[in-house]
């Protein structure tokens, strides 16, 4: 069985935004805790802080603190950065490509063990990753703020 699981998560999304407002939305902590975290920390350059925090998040009231380092923040195109605790951190890779008045967003993530625990992460980070980058998207162009400490 092989160390790495031989896949990643993909999630891609359109926003009404040019690729520098995500870039700046994506490298600062108070506008990541205005759509999708409680508590973030973030230094934007290679070899900073990059720590999520959620606190009381969501309906299920989700509390979670995990450790990470920005591995690049060339903009406005990408913003990089591993998380996860000592020995199962993982890549998370923000592209960001013009298109016509806005930005295609692609993330992808990989580096998740072939265990059953690296297993049942990936598909929780998935459908996490799914749901961050919609909130990104209606927070850019809406305004929208998701409380979901409040929830």
Not at 85 to 102: H, M, P, Q, V, W
Not at 104 to 119: A, D, F, I, M, Q
Request: aromatic share 12%; hydrophobic share 35%; with cysteine.
């Amino acid at each position: 069985m092989s160390e790495l699981l031989d896949c990643k998560i993909k999630q891609r999304t359109y926003i009404n935004a040019s690729p520098e407002k995500v870039f700046d939305t994506l490298t600062s902590a108070e506008q990541w805790d205005r759509f999708f975290t409680t508590g973030m920390v973030l230094e934007p350059h290679p070899g900073g802080i990059c720590s999520f925090s959620w606190k009381d998040w969501g309906p299920d009231k989700y509390t979670l603190k995990v450790p990470g380092k920005v591995i690049d923040a060339s903009r406005p195109n990408l913003f990089a950065f591993q998380w996860g605790s000592e020995g199962n951190e993982t890549t998370i890779r923000i592209e960001l490509t013009a298109k016509d008045d806005g930005t295609v967003v692609t993330l992808s993530e990989e580096g998740y063990k072939n265990t059953p625990e690296g297993r049942a992460m990936i598909v929780e980070c998935a459908s996490g990753w799914g749901e961050a980058i919609t909130l990104l998207k209606f927070y850019i162009e809406h305004g929208v703020v998701y409380m979901g400490s409040k929830a």
